[in-house]
């Protein structure tokens, strides 16, 4: 398994260039299902989870290729569709193969995609998905570890869905579902996240009719066929904000580009409680500075337009640097505090009551072998070695290459020392 090797204290000087949002791509990629003709996708990163998304639209009969478009990074060419199925091999290492799940459904009238079990940060169920496709008819059984949905005479009709709780995935599936059933969707309690946006705008380019997208109340009026489109997916606002603390947490001067700051709203405004200067220096560009002394600032994760709960770990490395107490309440998911014990073992001071944990700040952090628990929690861990004392070690980053494209060489290219060391296996 590979490590990371990071030699704290360096403050991050320069620019660095934000890529495309891989909660963007991913259900753009599964989009494709719902046409026979090309679905040309820029932007994309290049990251685990997008090839783990390739290699199961593949799987499904897709004709998948890199750069063959003009300047596409993805073409992807559902023509026909053999296997209406994501298997275990492919679900179990990315939850986000639920996503094919609605377009398969409505394209093909039966899909079939093994279960997602549990994750380390909690156990994610995916009943608010089913429970919304079987108000648009699917007949749903799980048996031997998969979902079996079927839609009576091959169709999806549409219904009145009020999502119990926001869900982005579960309103991106039912977004690409209703686009291709039989008559109007109403989504309410939608999720408002600028990637449940960027689709709607690849699913019109395709020729779906769909309004209210930004609100929590989106309509769908179904049509029969969709065509092929050409899209740039949305600048990653998680990679962002996670340069933004590497830049304040090191005492840095750190310039973003491509990256889109009406995006970053509530970690701009959580990072200015902190001290954190932070300026919009051109229309896709945002600079970051740190003062000396950093503030406790206290957060609860919400869904957008609140705090990602994809930026609490970061947040939690700044918050080990930042004078006081900072609370921190985590109320998206049930078990995202695993980075918080790797940070105590570098000497955080740190407290965990249930959904909430209470960082008292600043510790002198030492280096130390951390484990990488998730994908944001890696990014938090990273972030804390940018800043501690000697070396720390970050094992399992096998969990940041689902999610950031080139961290270690973006980080370099800053003035990090950070390197990968190779192992022999995963
Ligand atoms: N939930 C249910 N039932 C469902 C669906 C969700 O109870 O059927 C619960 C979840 O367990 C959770 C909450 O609802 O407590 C919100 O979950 P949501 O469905 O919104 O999460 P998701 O769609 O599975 C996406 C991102 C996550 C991000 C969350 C929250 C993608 C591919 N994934 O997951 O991203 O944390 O929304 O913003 O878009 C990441 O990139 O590291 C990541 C985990």
Known sequence: MDKFLIKGGQPLQGTVAISGAKNSALPAMAASLLTAEPVALHNIPRVRDI????????????????????????????????????????????????????????????????????????????????????????EIHTAHGFIEAKAPRGRLQGGRIKFEKITVTGTENILMAAALADGETLIENAAREPEITDLVVLLRKMGAKIS???????????VQTLRGADHTVIPDRIEAGTFLVAGAITGGDLTLLNCEPEHLGATIDLLRKAGVVTETTGPNRVRVRAPRKLNAADVTTLEYPGFATDMQAQYMA????????????????????LHASEMMRMGANISIDGHRALVHGPSALSGSTVQASDLRASAGL????????????????????????RIVEKLRAVGAAIARVHGQSQ
Do not use: W
């Open 51 to 138: 090839i783990t998304m390739a290699k199961l639209l593949a799987f499904m009969g897709a004709h998948v290729s890199v750069d063959a478009c003009p300047a596409a990074d993805y073409c992807i060419s559902a023509k026909t569709i053999s296997h209406a199925e994501a298997p275990y091999e492919l679900v179990k290492t990315m939850r986000a193969s639920i996503l094919t799940l609605g377009p398969a459904l409505a394209r093909l009238g039966i899909a079939r995609v093994s279960l997602p079990g549990g994750c380390a940060i909690g156990a994610r169920p995916v009943d608010l998905h089913l429970n919304a496709l079987e108000k648009m008819g699917a």
């Open 212 to 222: 209210g997208d930004g609100s929590a109340t989106l309509r769908v009026e179904g």
């Open 318 to 337: 700044l918050a080990t640097q930042a004078e006081g107490y900072s609370t921190i309440n985590e109320t998206i998911f049930e078990n995202r505090f």
């Open 382 to 405: 990273v972030l804390a070695g940018l800043v501690a004392s000697g070396e720390t070690i970050v094992e399992r980053v096998y969990h940041i290459d689902r999610g950031y494209e």
